[in-house]
């Protein structure tokens, strides 16, 4: 149904994203990291990343907020009992002979802080990056067993909110980056407001079975995701052409007469 049976034409386009948790992004980029720093033989710097994420320099990796799972506790009732239906879903799956796909935790966070406790009391930290360090921080996504592939409409994009579907399924009040996978490929931070599971008989049809309606709200966290998804938002708006003036016309054919 078109609202108000508008004459404006429609266009209705499919752009495939990608999701990830933010703390899925931040754990790889500091895994990658350790790594780098320890190939290279210096000690570890995690401070360009610290400030890009605007993350507290001065507090542990697992107490920044910016990073945890829940944020509203108002919605801490509903995501707990999604996140234990999803511990049940991995014991089951432990029952039945298959290994749960991800531990309960991921250790990089605490592996970072021992390095870092390591270099203090050995007197190794630095204010400044190793020269091989010294480069703009990029960010990447992390590994493809930690991305969540779906698809979103033109429709249901706004300079608020995103809707999509997707494949796997995400908490309430989670951190997550949307990455809009269009030639000119840009990613935003955002914040899950529900995730439900959909009809299983649904018409749609998409080779990444995306079973999951996805709604996002962007946090806008990175400086520069505001412009470029505004950007992004005016190159997609419809071409509406100018209606016909019909009252020079009426005119003109009262003046012959007709």
Same mark, same amino acid.
């Given at each position: %149904?078109?609202?108000?049976?508008?004459?404006?034409?429609?266009?209705?386009?499919?752009?495939?994203?990608?999701?990830?948790?933010?703390?899925?992004?931040?754990?790889? *980029?500091?895994?990658?990291? %350790?790594?780098?720093?320890?190939?290279?033989?210096?000690?570890?710097?995690?401070?360009?990343?610290?400030?890009?994420?605007?993350?507290?320099?001065?507090?542990?990796?697992?107490?920044?907020?910016?990073?945890?799972?829940?944020?509203?506790?108002?919605?801490?009732?509903?995501?707990? @009992?999604?996140?234990?239906?999803?511990?049940?879903?991995?014991?089951?799956?432990?029952? /039945?002979?298959?290994?749960?796909?991800?531990? @309960?935790?991921?250790?990089?966070?605490?592996? *970072?802080?021992?390095?870092?406790?390591?270099?203090?009391?050995?007197?190794?930290?630095?204010?400044?990056?190793?020269?091989?360090?010294?480069?703009?921080?990029?960010?990447?996504?992390? /590994?493809?067993?930690?991305?969540?592939?779906?698809? &979103?409409?033109?429709?249901?994009?706004? %300079?608020?909110?995103?809707?999509?579907?997707?494949?796997?399924?995400?908490?309430?009040?989670?951190?997550?980056?949307?990455?809009?996978?269009?030639?000119?490929?840009? &990613?935003?931070? *955002? &914040?899950?407001?529900?995730?439900?599971?959909?009809?299983?008989?649904?018409?749609?049809?998409?080779?990444?079975?995306?079973?999951?309606?996805?709604?996002?709200?962007?946090?806008?966290?990175?400086?520069?995701?505001?412009?470029?998804?505004?950007?992004?938002?005016?190159?997609?708006?419809?071409?509406?052409?100018?209606?016909?003036?019909?009252?020079?016309?009426? *005119?003109?054919?009262?003046?012959?007469?007709?």
């Amino acid at each position: %149904m078109i609202y108000n049976k508008s004459g404006h034409p429609i266009e209705v386009k499919k752009i495939s994203i990608r999701v990830w948790t933010l703390r899925d992004e931040i754990e790889a *980029a500091i895994g990658r990291r %350790m790594k780098e720093c320890e190939a290279a033989g210096i000690p570890l710097f995690i401070d360009d990343i610290k400030r890009f994420y605007n993350m507290n320099l001065q507090t542990s990796l697992t107490d920044q907020s910016n990073v945890l799972q829940l944020h509203n506790k108002s919605d801490e009732a509903e995501s707990m @009992a999604n996140l234990m239906e999803s511990l049940n879903e991995e014991v089951a799956a432990t029952i /039945d002979g298959e290994a749960p796909t991800e531990g @309960a935790e991921n250790k990089t966070f605490n592996q *970072a802080e021992e390095i870092l406790a390591e270099q203090t009391k050995q007197g190794m930290e630095t204010k400044k990056p190793n020269p091989i360090l010294e480069r703009p921080y990029q960010r990447q996504a992390p /590994d493809l067993d930690k991305i969540s592939y779906g698809f &979103t409409l033109l429709s249901d994009i706004n %300079m608020e909110n995103i809707l999509s579907f997707n494949k796997d399924k995400f908490l309430q009040g989670q951190s997550v980056v949307v990455e809009f996978l269009i030639p000119q490929a840009f &990613t935003m931070s *955002a &914040t899950v407001a529900y995730c439900h599971f959909y009809a299983l008989r649904s018409r749609i049809i998409s080779s990444t079975k995306p079973d999951y309606r996805l709604q996002c709200k962007f946090s806008f966290s990175i400086p520069t995701e505001r412009d470029t998804l505004r950007s992004f938002l005016k190159s997609i708006e419809p071409n509406i052409p100018q209606p016909i003036k019909k009252g020079k016309v009426e *005119a003109e054919d009262d003046s012959l007469g007709i």
